[in-house]
């Protein structure tokens, strides 16, 4: 357009650099599509599959959330489909509980959600694959079967329907959720900015049209209501909080809202190399870690923050998936294997590094 041009052209004279990561967006989308359309084609004739979901593909938030009700329905003995809310559009909140067949009632809890940012598709696509190795591998898999025997999994693949299912059918790069406003033509809520914590601070806006509007007032909406009622909930046996995003590769550390170093800051960065190193081993991918301020920038009414202060959880990972920028938020299908990959080798060995080498929870708030 004229204005980017101009904007380039000024750059310069300003001392501001730049570079283009993708030149045509909506000529990508299109590519991408079609691209994706026609691998989603091939992979059903070699398949010769009736399942509605395509684990190679990118899925719509309706047959999502069909395919965890088949899960569920799949493995009775190790799962359980727990709804904690309705959206303002009307779609249900699901959370797929995972854990083994050993009747042991205190099990820690990990917690997994994916697809808070609308347009963060991969991260939705990632976790369901997380959620069906770790239904597929027990019984057959004996590492997975001994951590599923000992531990409790809570994984929310879907954790903003409405936004979703408006960035898959109207506007691909919509982030927040469906909620009206107080500026009519203006919808949505950031969901990362809506937790109460720091609420309103850096990071976050209070104009109804910023794609970082914090809503309100906290916990103003229905998804973030709904993801902290079951955590309170469990918070005696929280182990770990891990919260999916896109992109960039980097698995984060607390706090997001202030720069001030946190009481658990070595164990989260031992945690947080032990589950990059995994990655790297395994897929090649290289993650950067750290404290979420020196990795990206400060934010306020973020989920991680949330669950570590008030629930008082020591160890809450933002993870950013791939890739480093090419794609950004357009990954195409191809990635989704290996995204998951990712997330399987990270989060399973994260789990096992903290129950191995405990970090004792205090009683009080952290700050």
């Not at 960035?167 to 790069?173: A, I, M």
């Not at 970082?212 to 046996?237: P, T």
């Amino acid at each position: 357009s004229l204005a980017t041009t101009q904007l380039v052209s000024d750059q310069p004279a300003s001392n501001i650099s730049h570079s283009v990561q993708i030149d045509d967006v909506q000529n990508l989308l299109n590519e991408l599509s079609r691209s994706d359309n026609s691998a989603r084609r091939k992979r059903k004739r070699a398949a010769g599959s009736h399942l509605e979901y395509d684990y190679g593909g990118y899925n719509s938030a309706a047959v999502t959330q069909r395919e965890m009700t088949r899960l569920a329905g799949l493995y009775p003995n190790i799962s359980k489909l727990v709804g904690v809310g309705t959206t303002y559009e009307g779609r249900p909140l699901l959370v797929m509980e995972i854990v083994g067949e050993n009747k042991e009632k205190n099990r820690p809890l990990v917690w997994v959600d994916g697809g808070l940012h609308a347009r963060e598709w991969i991260t939705v696509a990632a976790s369901m694959l997380f959620v069906r190795n770790l239904l597929e591998s027990y019984g057959n898999d004996e590492y997975i079967t001994t951590l599923l025997d000992k531990t409790r999994f809570a994984v929310q693949p879907l954790a903003n329907p409405d936004g979703y299912a408006y960035s898959w059918n109207s506007e691909r790069l919509w982030r927040k959720n469906r909620s009206p406003t107080k500026v009519a033509w203006c919808k949505g809520v950031d969901l990362n900015r809506n937790f109460d914590i720091n609420f309103g601070g850096t990071g976050a806006s209070d104009f109804s049209c910023s794609e970082i509007y914090a809503g309100s007032n906290a916990f103003s909406e229905d998804e973030s209501q709904g993801m902290a009622r079951y955590l309170s909930i469990v918070r005696h046996k929280l182990l770990a909080y891990f919260s999916l995003h896109s992109y960039g590769q980097m698995w984060l550390t607390p706090l997001s809202y202030t720069k001030k170093k946190v009481q658990d800051r070595t164990a989260h960065l031992e945690v947080a190399r032990h589950a990059t190193r995994s990655i790297r081993e395994l897929t090649g991918h290289r993650y950067s870690y750290g404290p979420a301020t020196a990795l990206m920038y400060i934010t306020s009414g973020d989920s991680s923050d949330w669950v570590y202060t008030e629930l008082n959880c020591s160890h809450t990972y933002g993870v950013e998936l791939g890739d480093l920028g090419r794609y950004a938020f357009l990954l195409p299908a191809s990635h989704i294997r290996p995204a998951g990959n990712d997330v399987m080798a990270g989060i399973l060995s994260a789990v096992e590094y903290i129950q191995t080498n405990p970090t004792h929870l205090t009683n009080r708030k952290r700050q």
